[in-house]
T-cell receptor
Framework: KQEVTQIPAALSVPEGENLVLNCSFT??????LQWFRQDPGKGLTSLLL?????REQTSGRLNASLDKSSGRSTLYIAASQPGDSATYLC??????????????FGKGTLLTVNP | GAGVSQSPSNKVTEKGKDVELRCDPI?????LYWYRQSLGQGLEFLIY????????KSGLPSDRFSAERTGGSVSTLTIQRTQQEDSAVYLC???????????FGPGTRLTVL
């Protein structure tokens, strides 16, 4: 059974700092990995999707890397801003058989960026 | 609208009552998913629809939970005889196909008193 772990559970940083969020998964046979952002009381916004054949994806100040063999992904946020404050969720999609529709989520990292 | 919509946004009910939660997927998306987000539990997969059929109901926690999808579009998640442990945010997502990126709705926050 795929398990996804996110560390740290919470992170508080001053504005302007660069930061890294970590995600690990137990089964390396993934189809892809996705990072989401969730604001309080809201749904999920997709930030980056990395296919299993890719090593990283970039969007603006965000960069996500994937090391499938070690079961790890990191989300790097450059020059953090108070508007980045949210919960960041990592989700993997299994790659075996016909089950590659199901996302398995970590419990998230609650990020607070202080002005 | 352009995104996935869900209704109601909030629902408060008494233990033992039945509730229905609605999801309108993005037009043209054949795949639809329900997830549940409970405090301290993270997001859990409930059910997957491809068209109107549900090939995977493995995440439904009990037989009090059921879901249907009609016309390959709108889906309804029904919880019968609600219990306090059913309190959670219920999220719906849709995608073009089962392997494509999933887009999430804003969720329905269910509180069972």
């Amino acid at each position: 059974k795929q398990e996804v772990t996110q560390i740290p559970a919470a992170l508080s940083v001053p504005e302007g700092e660069n930061l890294v969020l970590n995600c690990s998964f137990t089964d390396s046979a993934i189809y892809n990995l996705q990072w989401f952002r969730q604001d309080p009381g809201k749904g999920l916004t997709s930030l980056l999707l990395i296919q299993s054949s890719q090593r990283e994806q970039t969007s603006g100040r965000l960069n996500a890397s994937l090391d499938k063999s070690s079961g790890r992904s990191t989300l790097y946020i450059a020059a953090s801003q108070p508007g980045d404050s949210a919960t960041y969720l990592c989700a993997v999609r299994v790659g075996r058989g016909g089950s590659n529709y199901k996302l398995t989520f970590g419990k998230g990292t609650l990020l607070t960026v202080n002005p | 609208g352009a995104g996935v919509s869900q209704s109601p946004s909030n629902k408060v009910t008494e233990k033992g009552k039945d509730v229905e939660l609605r999801c309108d997927p993005i037009s043209g998306h054949t795949a639809l998913y329900w997830y549940r987000q409970s405090l301290g539990q993270g997001l859990e997969f409930l059910i997957y629809f491809q068209g109107n059929s549900a090939p995977d109901k493995s995440g439904l926690p009990s037989d009090r939970f059921s879901a249907e999808r009609t016309g390959g579009s709108v889906s309804t998640l029904t919880i019968q005889r609600t219990q306090q442990e059913d309190s959670a945010v219920y999220l719906c997502a849709s995608s073009f196909g089962p392997s494509n990126e999933q887009f999430f709705g804003p969720g329905t926050r269910l509180t069972v008193l």
